[in-house]
Every structure is written in structure tokens, then in C-alpha cells.
């Protein structure tokens, strides 16, 4: 797929509608306690693309669609990889829920199939670096991409709620891709309205 150079833009110029209701981000359990003392979930620089920085999220129902679909490394799906890079630091994972309507700041988007068909990180590329204007999620949807959301400030903690927790027992199963990832998924949004999501995966 071509995607256009584009300069960065507040997502809030465009209709709710062409957003999802909920964006999802996972992270350990001890930077979550570090996030409610500190008040705010910080913006991070992405190690594959030191230019972009922001909080990192996905859509759910594309998670399960597209992420768990399209493969990064030999066995590993992108949902998978998704596990592996955050569970480095601790295998205890929290996934939490936050509502589009709170960002108020610039949200961008990106192709994880274009990112990982393009990893050299010091070739600059907007689309990697800055992003593509949020609503644009419709065109790579219609493309059937994996689709990462960029939020490019802090966000107060109290806008976000933890709806989830996983505990990684087989963490070099999990690098090697061998563990299925719906039921990593499953246990991960049990007792959430979103375990229905993971459930109607195929």
C-alpha cells in the first residue's frame, strides 16, 4: 500500500465517528503503580523508530483481526510480539482501556506491516516517524492492516481504567512464539466486557 508524507495534525480537526470508541494499551504491572503515583501515563520513544515518540495503543477488534493475523518474525504474530516486548521488563501485564473522547491532544496512526517491512531506523519516513492523521484508520482498515495508535502527550491516569492482568509463566515459549495467543488474550481481558472480543477470534 502507498501512504502519502504527512505533516502532524490534531486528530480532534476530524468526527469521533472515525475513531473507535476505545483504544487499549498494555503495560507492566509496576509501571502502572509508577503511572498512579506519578498521575500521568508518559510519552515513550519507540525503540524501532527513535523519531517517533508517544503513547503506544491498538484498536481491539484489529488486534484481534489484523495483529493476531500478519507475522513479524518466523511463528510470531504481532499481538504476540506485542507480549514479548513489554514482558521483558516483568511478566506481570496490565492492559488498560481509555476512551478516545478523553485525548484532547494529537492522535496519529501507523501500519505495523509497513513499520516491520521497514525497520531501518535511521531512514527517515513520516509515516514510521510522525504518522498519519487519525481518521485516515478507515483507508488502512479497508487495506486490512495492523493499525498502532500514537498518542503524542501525557495522559492523566484518572482518563484511563485497568480492566485486566496476566502473569507470563512461559516467557521463552513466548519468545519463540509457541503459546496461542488467544488464550494469553483470553486470560489477559477475562472478567472485562472486551473478553467477548477475544472470544469470536478465529
Same mark, same amino acid.
Not at 483504544?23 to 525503540?47: H, R, V
Not at 501485564?93 to 473522547?101: A, F, N, S, W
Given at each position: 500500500?502507498?501512504?502519502? +508524507?504527512?505533516?502532524?495534525?490534531?486528530?480532534?480537526?476530524?468526527? +469521533?465517528?472515525? *475513531?473507535?470508541?476505545?483504544? %487499549?494499551? $498494555?503495560?507492566?504491572?509496576?509501571? %502502572?503503580?509508577?503511572?498512579?503515583?506519578?498521575?500521568?501515563?508518559?510519552?515513550?520513544?519507540? #525503540?524501532?523508530? #527513535?523519531?517517533? /515518540? !508517544?503513547?503506544?495503543?491498538?484498536?481491539?477488534?484489529?488486534?484481534?483481526? /489484523?495483529?493476531?493475523?500478519?507475522?513479524?518474525?518466523?511463528?510470531?504474530?504481532?499481538?504476540? &510480539?506485542?507480549?514479548?516486548?513489554?514482558?521483558?521488563?516483568?511478566?506481570?501485564?496490565?492492559?488498560?482501556? $481509555?476512551?478516545?473522547?478523553?485525548? &484532547? !491532544? @494529537?492522535? /496519529?496512526? =501507523?501500519?505495523?506491516?509497513? *513499520?516491520?517491512?521497514?525497520?531501518? /531506523?535511521?531512514?527517515?519516513?513520516?509515516?514510521?516517524?510522525?504518522?498519519? #492523521?487519525?481518521?485516515?484508520?478507515? =483507508? *488502512? @482498515?479497508?487495506?486490512?492492516?495492523?493499525?498502532?495508535?500514537?498518542?503524542?502527550?501525557?495522559?492523566?491516569?484518572?482518563?484511563? &481504567?485497568?480492566? !485486566? &492482568? *496476566?502473569?507470563?509463566?512461559?516467557? =521463552?515459549?513466548?519468545?519463540?512464539?509457541?503459546?496461542?495467543?488467544?488464550?494469553?488474550?483470553?486470560?489477559?481481558?477475562?472478567?472485562?466486557?472486551?473478553?467477548?472480543?477475544?472470544?469470536?477470534?478465529?
Amino acid at each position: 500500500m502507498k501512504v502519502p +508524507n504527512v505533516t502532524d495534525l490534531p486528530w480532534k480537526l476530524y468526527k +469521533n465517528k472515525e *475513531l473507535p470508541r476505545y483504544l %487499549y494499551t $498494555i503495560t507492566t504491572k509496576a509501571n %502502572y503503580e509508577s503511572m498512579c503515583k506519578d498521575g500521568f501515563i508518559k510519552i515513550a520513544q519507540d #525503540p524501532l523508530r #527513535p523519531r517517533m /515518540r !508517544g503513547i503506544f495503543m491498538f484498536d481491539l477488534r484489529n488486534l484481534t483481526k /489484523r495483529w493476531t493475523k500478519n507475522f513479524f518474525f518466523r511463528r510470531k504474530d504481532m499481538a504476540t &510480539e506485542l507480549l514479548v516486548n513489554v514482558s521483558d521488563k516483568s511478566p506481570e501485564l496490565v492492559v488498560l482501556k $481509555i476512551p478516545t473522547k478523553s485525548l &484532547e !491532544g @494529537t492522535l /496519529r496512526i =501507523r501500519s505495523l506491516n509497513y *513499520l516491520f517491512k521497514h525497520c531501518d /531506523r535511521y531512514h527517515m519516513d513520516n509515516h514510521l516517524d510522525i504518522g498519519l #492523521p487519525a481518521n485516515m484508520q478507515r =483507508r *488502512l @482498515t479497508q487495506h486490512k492492516e495492523a493499525i498502532e495508535y500514537i498518542y503524542k502527550d501525557d495522559l492523566p491516569i484518572d482518563k484511563v &481504567e485497568k480492566i !485486566g &492482568e *496476566l502473569y507470563i509463566e512461559d516467557k =521463552r515459549s513466548l519468545n519463540r512464539g509457541l503459546l496461542n495467543i488467544k488464550d494469553l488474550l483470553s486470560k489477559l481481558f477475562q472478567g472485562s466486557p472486551q473478553y467477548k472480543t477475544i472470544e469470536q477470534m478465529k
